[in-house]
């Protein structure tokens, strides 16, 4: 079982971002994915910035590094820099849009499908596998029977070693995408006026009911968890029905405390009780998404 | 530019062509397509039934397949593709791949068309399609403004549908959690979105209260008009500012976009609303096929009629449009 570090799903300014990597060169991650996913306009870090980032930690660490791409595209501009970044020469490339699976068959170099990537079936995986996808995560509103699912189907057909299988198991859930900037929207601001103001809320904006539960986090033009998921319970699960990889989302840096927590449930496996104000597994279990199973 | 009704049972599909629909959309009564609603769609015999009606007027059927197949159950999406080839569909609407992969090696001659639950929203995204389905068209997500579909209109492949009128999903579809966050179940994975079964309608001091799965999406005073709760239209409470934090209750209106979206080459302008009734049917279908018709004949001086705006805002979520996405401002 391995260990990844998801993108970070926010907008931090540069020198936070350079930071927050240079703690992730120590961390116990096995793999690091990072690079922009959430809105084209943040532009702190350019691509050259995001590949030179990349290409530092790959040097001086054993890690594998992933170049994460946008899930929303919407304009040319948009595809031009999702090139650039699909043939960037030597890191691995994580799709999260059929554009870049695209882009990454016509350059005939394996890719990681990201969990915007709509692969709810085994029938669909082995489409992404003619592709040229080498690792796949799921949707995140799908459950751990759902997953068992397919994987088992995956070892019947005798696919099941043309795939690693990593699973978003900590970190605010990315839900949604839209055209639309509800930061801006927040601020009274047009989207095409947002200022960046989404740089202001480096944990995104909360959205709470009027009665004060918190519903929703606002992340740009993304909608997010308000509570944490967390499979940290379900480590050993995990690795039963060969998952390879666990996520924890780049949230903060208690995503690095995290990777430390999950990775000791592997030889001293403890129960943790989660705390509903902050935190939710239902997706896991086949609930909604926001309770603890 | 076809228009394309929705019809969710056969009264519906019925008026929809006897009012001016060159195609009708329609989904099967299951979980296969996304308004899997207690009371609507078509059963094999009301969908043969449909199917004659349609084609004897010399129009077409369209059946939506458009939710992800169930990895315990993938036959029966493929299921869903061969009984609507058996009854003579012009086309299958369809978003997940492994179904899609179904459909063009089973039956290649059946046009399939990308719903709008693919999210599809940029030439190389398309070209995916084309290049591994062979699709007949792409329908496009109500998430681009103007410009970015007449980008695409003029580089696509694929010729291109939009919609045109109707309930506003203000995510990009086929990518939207929010429901199954709430409520467990999502228009992905069951079909519906904020499904009826999780709803809740309380009267209390404060006002009448709407509730997802017991989240509370709204309250309403006494003068004001109290909608469904889809969660992503209620009032929310951000940083002690209550507003409408995503979408305020609203619906897409496009009629003062035909001429353009007319010389950009779309074929076909969509309908949203297979869950409406045959009377909301008769009258979107009716206006916008005066609209279209009076546009064709004479599109340069083509101007929106106030009556058609009032008819439409009329059959709208909250009495109110909008041009969504496709107007800059908006986003």
């Known amino acids: 079982m391995k260990f990844s570090l998801g993108p970070n799903l926010f907008f931090w300014p540069k020198k936070d971002v350079e930071q927050f990597y240079q703690q992730a060169k120590n961390s116990s991650a096995d793999i690091i994915y990072l690079g922009e996913t959430v809105c084209s306009k943040r532009r702190e870090l350019r691509v050259k910035d995001w590949l030179g980032v990349g290409r530092e930690l790959a040097q001086v660490t054993n890690k594998q590094i992933v170049i994460s791409t946008m899930t929303l595209l919407e304009s040319p501009a948009e595809i031009v820099t999702l090139k650039k970044l699909c043939d960037n020469g030597d890191l691995l490339v994580e799709a999260n849009d059929l554009s870049a699976v695209q882009i990454m068959h016509d350059l005939k170099m394996p890719f990681v499908a990201g969990p915007a990537i709509n692969c709810y079936n085994l029938s669909t995986l082995k489409v992404l596998l003619k592709q040229g996808m080498m690792r796949w995560l799921m949707p995140v509103e799908l459950s751990g029977d759902w997953l068992t699912t397919m994987l088992t189907q995956a070892v019947d057909e005798n696919i099941r070693d043309k795939f690693e299988c990593e699973v978003f198991s900590w970190g605010y859930l990315p839900l949604a995408y839209s055209a639309r900037c509800f930061t801006a929207r927040s601020e009274n601001r047009p989207k095409d006026d947002c200022q960046y103001c989404c740089i202001n809320y480096p944990q995104g904006r909360k959205m709470n009911s009027r009665e004060g539960e918190q519903v929703f986090l606002l992340n740009g033009i993304q909608t997010m968890s308000a509570y944490q998921y967390n499979l940290i319970n379900e480590v050993a699960q995990l690795n039963n029905i060969g998952v390879d990889i666990i996520r924890i989302s780049a949230d903060s840096e208690e995503a690095f405390t995290q990777l430390d927590k999950f990775k000791a449930q592997l030889d001293t496996p403890k129960t943790f009780s989660l705390d509903k104000e902050k935190e939710c597994n239902g997706f896991w279990h086949q609930i909604a998404g926001m309770s603890v199973a | 530019m076809e228009l394309l009704c929705p019809a969710g049972n056969l009264p519906a599909l019925k008026t929809a062509i006897n009012n001016g629909a060159d195609a009708v959309y329609i989904g099967l009564k299951d979980d296969t397509n996304a308004r899997h609603f207690a009371g609507l769609n078509f059963n094999d015999g009301k969908l043969a039934k449909g199917a004659d009606y349609v084609h004897q007027r010399g129009k077409k059927l369209h059946v939506a397949i458009n939710t992800f197949a169930h990895a315990d159950g993938e036959y029966r999406w493929e299921k869903a593709v061969d009984n609507a080839v058996a009854i003579g569909t012009d086309a299958l609407i369809i978003a997940d791949l492994g179904v899609l992969d179904y459909a063009a090696n089973k039956y290649p001659d059946v046009e399939r068309h990308v719903s709008v639950q693919a999210s599809t929203t940029n030439l190389e995204a398309i070209k995916f399609f084309k290049n591994n389905f062979d699709v007949d068209r792409v329908v496009l997500p109500r998430v681009l403004s103007i410009q970015q579909v007449r980008q695409l209109a003029k580089t696509s492949p694929v010729p291109l549908e939009v919609f045109a009128f109707g309930s506003l999903c203000i995510m990009a579809e086929g990518r939207c959690y929010l429901s199954s966050y709430m409520t467990g179940e999502s228009p992905n994975t069951v079909g519906a979105c904020s499904p009826a079964k999780y709803v809740r309608w309380q009267e ?128």
């Open chain 2, 204 to 331: 209390t001091e404060q006002g009448l209260e709407s509730r997802l799965n017991n989240v509370l999406i709204d309250r309403y005073q006494e003068n004001e008009n109290a909608g469904y709760p889809t969660l992503c239209k209620g009032r929310f409470d951000v940083d002690g500012d209550v507003y409408h934090a995503l979408e305020e209750p609203t619906s897409l209106n496009t009629l003062e976009l035909i001429p353009e979206l007319m010389a950009m080459g779309i074929v076909s302008v969509k309908i949203e609303g297979r869950q409406r009734s045959p009377a909301y049917v008769e009258q979107v279908a009716k206006t916008w096929r005066m609209a279209l018709d009076r546009c064709k004949n004479n599109p340069d001086n083509f101007q929106v009629d106030g009556a058609w705006m009032q008819t439409l805002a009329n059959l709208s979520e909250g009495s109110q449009t909008t041009l969504g996405a496709y107007h800059r401002k908006w986003q």
